[in-house]
């Protein structure tokens, strides 16, 4: 039992997980009643395309802690979480998948470090069971961030976690659009904790991770935690500037020695072709900063619930 918490809350991203919900449900009742928690269970179905919302309907009841929120579509996992954060009301609040990868039973250990006076225990995976590739995807995309980063953004640490009440409150005051909550629970700040675990399998089913989803999440957490993409324009200047002055020294020595122009048809379409590609990659990460204010500024709801149990 925790020292400190009256309320615990779990929050949960679900899509497509019908089959194997009764599995996780399992699992945080046991860990439940073995810690003796006064439980909040937040599922989020966020646009699945079977019936996860009816296998909700159905749990709560039999469990009277679970809350359900529907999202009218797909709107990605870090909206998801957010709009549990926005409804949960416990005291002490966790975040974890629907594929048991981050296990119910760690829970106890991590809630321990905010009984002891920290605000944030975050894990930290030891190892992961994923392709290779997906490993060093992963890997690549954390020591990137972390180097170019603003915020001091914990290597190999998802949301995986648990926080306090003041946390998760000023965590909600961020109102972005896009969201990616690791780095705004890293830039608030208060006393934080990595703990490291080994990661599990997937119990079962496919990760809704597709390419193109975990693409813009690593593209929210560099454009909305560093400035370096925009700075790397006025490096890439100056680099052409160089080589561009270096040129005209060459073709005008050679002018001067030789008395015969240059020829160099070859290197004018070579260097017309480089910086054509370069001015394109700036034109682009000016762009993607450029849409990014645009979201903001146009002021829609981050996310659209079409209905709700027990909230």
């Not at 594929?99 to 809630?111: A, H, K, R, Y």
Request: charged share 25%; with cysteine; aromatic share 12%.
């Amino acid at each position: 039992m925790n020292k400190m918490a009256n309320k615990i809350s779990i929050i949960v991203p679900i899509y497509n997980s019908a089959s194997f919900m009764q599995d996780l449900l399992n699992a945080i009742d046991s860990q439940r009643l073995e810690s003796g928690w006064d439980l909040e269970l937040v599922l989020i179905d966020d646009g699945s395309r079977d019936n996860s919302y009816a296998k909700i309907e159905e749990l709560s009841k039999k469990y009277a802690y679970i809350r359900g929120i529907k999202l009218s579509k797909n709107f990605g996992h870090q909206i998801a979480v957010k709009t549990g954060l926005a409804h949960c009301t416990g005291d002490y609040i966790a975040i974890i998948d629907d594929d048991l990868q981050d296990p119910p039973s760690l829970l106890p250990n991590f809630f321990s470090y905010l009984d002891n006076g920290y605000d944030v225990a975050y894990g930290v995976r030891k190892k992961r069971k994923e392709s290779f590739l997906k490993r060093i995807s992963y890997d690549t995309f954390y020591r990137i961030l972390k180097s170019v980063s603003d915020t001091h953004i914990p290597l190999d640490s998802g949301d995986f976690c648990v926080m306090t009440r003041r946390v998760v409150d000023n965590m909600l005051r961020f109102n972005e659009k896009n969201p990616f909550l690791r780095g705004i629970r890293a830039w608030v700040g208060f006393k934080q904790i990595g703990v490291v675990y080994e990661r599990h399998a997937r119990v079962q089913g496919e990760s809704g991770y597709t390419l193109k989803k975990l693409m813009k999440i690593a593209m929210d957490g560099i454009f909305s935690f560093s400035t370096m993409p925009i700075r790397v324009i006025s490096m890439i200047g100056f680099l052409g500037l160089g080589i561009a002055v270096f040129y005209s020294l060459y073709v005008l020595i050679e002018l001067m020695l030789h008395g015969v122009p240059v020829k160099g048809f070859a290197t004018l379409a070579i260097l017309i072709s480089l910086f054509s590609s370069l001015l394109l990659i700036c034109l682009g990460i000016i762009g993607e900063y450029v849409v990014r204010i645009y979201d903001e500024v146009r002021d829609r709801p981050y996310v659209i619930i079409e209905k709700t149990i027990n909230i």
